[in-house]
Structures are given as structure tokens and as C-alpha cells.
């Protein structure tokens, strides 16, 4: 097999990774490598996995390549930076239009009939032609767009997993103060947002979840002593936070477009 393997019938066309890494400028190691990576994505889509051949390298060694449609190119290539799938892309529109010039042969003016056949088939093999190239390039943008789609969601799980992290680290209680100073606001202006919320209300000077919430293990009260103005001792009830209400407020939160300040940077 040449390194530069590119084969083309009536109606199968291939590529080697070979050919490939040369066209991208990466490694064939790597590109096989990353090519083996997507196979089980692709196999649950197609149906089928990529086809595997084999070369001999310049110490006439028997190594392994892939053998790659059109298809399966332009999909590897939703990986590959702009430039690379343009190469690409120009790269089979140049063999497709030199295995064209090749495969058409003048038929029989002397025969109408034939001649009718031959000028039909190759309408037909030009259109169908025009069609895939259209639905691939289609297919491309697609998981160009999926591929965004994941990095986005990537970056949301891991600033998430972030700040979760700190809460489950934690197993003491936690004062509002102290969750609020994680959103970069006062203690009044978190009360504020969780009672406009409808998470909470103040009763007799404490703040109170409502009934729906109650349940949830989110809140702790404790008495706090503390000395009146005009000198008196007295006790009040203060609401304090479990690691499981810290994460309670931070996903009602996040659903308002309030985040904390670890996940802004």
C-alpha cells in the first residue's frame, strides 16, 4: 500500500490516515490515536466501525492505518482546527475531480442511444455528488456545533464541581454572612433575594424557611446570647445553614443567574 493511500471506484472512495496526518501536519501515531478515541461515538451513530488497513514504514515494517470514507474524514475533522478542515475539504475536491476526469469515457456518438446513457449517468453521478457534498458539509456544522455545545457544558460541570467541591468539604454550620461573602454581597442583600425568592420569611426576628422547605434538613436554629441597650443579657434565635442548605441556595440561586464569585473567574 503507498503512504499516500487514496482510492476511488464507481461508488466507494477511501482515504488513509496516512494521507491524513500528512494533510493536517500531525504525527500518524497521534491522529490514530485520536481517530480510535472518536470510533465509539461514531460506532453508535453509523453503525459501523472504521475500516482498518495496514502499511509498511521505511524500515519495512508492517504497520496499521485506517481506511476512511468521506464521511469518517469530515467527522475526525470536526476535531481538527479551521485550517486543517479546510485543507481538507479542498484536498477531496481536488481527487474527486481528477477520479472523474479519469472515469468518464466518450461514448459512442455513432449510437444515439448510448450516447443518451452515457450523458444521463453522468447528470446523475454529478448530482448525487452535489447532494452528499451538501449534506456532509451540513453534517460537519452539526458537530461543529455539538462539539461547542459539550465544551460549554464541560466548563458549566467544572466550575460547578468546583464550588461544590468547597461545600462538601465543609461540615460545619454556616451563618448567611458567610454564604454571602461567596457571592460577593451582605448578609441584608442575601435575606433580601432568598424572601423575594419565596425561600424564606422573618418571624419574631428570625428568618424562617417556609413549610415547602422545612423538611429539607437546609436550617439549624440556635440561641445566641447576647446584651440588650440598655444593658440587659437576653437570647436570640439565629438560623444558620447546613452544608445540604448551602447547596440548596446555591442551585435555586444559579437558576436566577446568581453565582458565586469562585465561578466568575
Not at 481528477?98 to 472515469?103: E, G, I, N, P, V
Not at 444515439?112 to 460537519?140: C, F
Request: aromatic share 8%; glycine share 4%.
Amino acid at each position: 500500500m503507498n503512504n499516500e493511500m487514496i482510492q476511488f471506484g464507481e461508488s466507494h472512495q477511501t482515504m488513509s490516515s496516512l494521507e491524513l496526518a500528512k494533510l493536517v501536519n500531525k504525527p500518524h501515531y497521534d491522529l490514530m490515536k485520536a481517530i480510535r478515541a472518536m470510533e465509539p461515538a461514531w460506532e453508535r451513530i453509523a453503525e459501523g466501525k472504521f475500516s482498518l488497513g495496514s502499511y509498511m514504514d521505511a524500515n519495512n515494517q508492517q504497520r496499521p492505518c485506517y481506511i476512511l470514507t468521506k464521511r469518517e474524514t469530515l467527522f475526525i475533522a470536526s476535531k481538527f482546527k479551521d485550517e486543517a478542515r479546510a485543507k481538507l475539504i479542498i484536498r477531496w475536491e481536488e481527487l474527486e475531480k481528477q477520479a472523474r476526469s479519469t472515469m468518464i469515457a466518450l461514448p459512442n456518438f455513432e449510437d444515439p442511444a448510448e450516447a443518451a446513457m452515457a450523458w444521463a449517468k453522468e447528470y446523475r453521478e454529478k448530482k448525487t455528488l452535489a447532494i452528499e457534498n451538501q449534506t456532509l458539509h451540513k453534517e460537519l456544522v452539526r458537530l461543529e456545533k455539538d462539539n461547542s455545545c459539550l465544551a460549554a457544558e464541560v466548563q458549566v460541570l467544572s466550575d460547578d464541581k468546583n464550588y461544590l467541591d468547597l461545600i462538601m468539604r465543609s461540615r460545619s454550620l454556616m451563618t448567611v454572612t458567610q454564604i454571602a461573602q461567596d457571592y460577593g454581597m451582605s448578609a441584608k442583600a442575601m435575606n433580601k433575594i432568598l424572601a423575594d425568592m419565596g425561600i424564606q420569611y422573618k418571624n419574631n426576628g428570625q428568618w424562617i424557611l417556609y413549610s415547602r422547605y422545612k423538611d429539607g434538613g437546609y436550617v439549624s436554629s440556635r440561641s445566641i446570647d447576647i446584651t440588650r441597650s440598655n444593658g440587659m443579657p437576653d437570647t436570640v434565635m439565629q438560623t444558620e445553614w447546613t452544608q445540604a442548605g448551602r447547596r440548596f441556595l446555591y442551585e435555586e440561586l444559579k437558576k436566577r443567574g446568581i453565582i458565586p464569585m469562585l465561578e466568575k473567574n
